[in-house]
């Protein structure tokens, strides 16, 4: 029922910024917890952050780079993401999850390059 679409991807100079985008086709509970994924070429897909009522998760290799946040009037998680490395590139997915609720959007291209 729930559909995520992603935007804002691109293709960016290392140390330049991104700001992603993630819609809801209907409201999200502020139970369920959202998070940005991403996966490489020939790499496993990876948790980038994750946001909740009660805590907010970063992977250790985007702290104090990245930041994640909703605006529950617009229905949109956001990744604000700065001093972009080329171990940043990736597509972007957006997730959304409660017990056995589970949704996908369906990515959106982030390219950083040298």
């Known amino acids: 029922q729930v559909q995520l679409v992603e935007s804002g991807g691109g293709l960016v100079q290392a140390g330049g910024s991104l700001k992603l985008s993630c819609a809801a086709s209907?409201?999200?509970?502020?139970?369920?917890?959202m998070g940005w994924y991403r996966q490489a070429p020939g790499k496993q897909r990876e948790l980038v952050a994750h946001i909740s009522t009660i805590t907010t998760y970063y992977r250790d290799s985007v702290k104090g780079r990245f930041t994640i946040s909703r605006d529950y009037a617009r229905n949109t998680m956001y990744l604000q993401m700065n001093n972009l490395k080329l171990e940043d590139t990736g597509v972007y997915y957006c997730n959304a999850a409660l017990v056995e609720y589970t949704y996908w959007g369906q990515g959106t291209q982030v390219t950083v390059s040298s």
């Open positions: 209907g409201s999200i509970s502020s139970m369920y917890v």
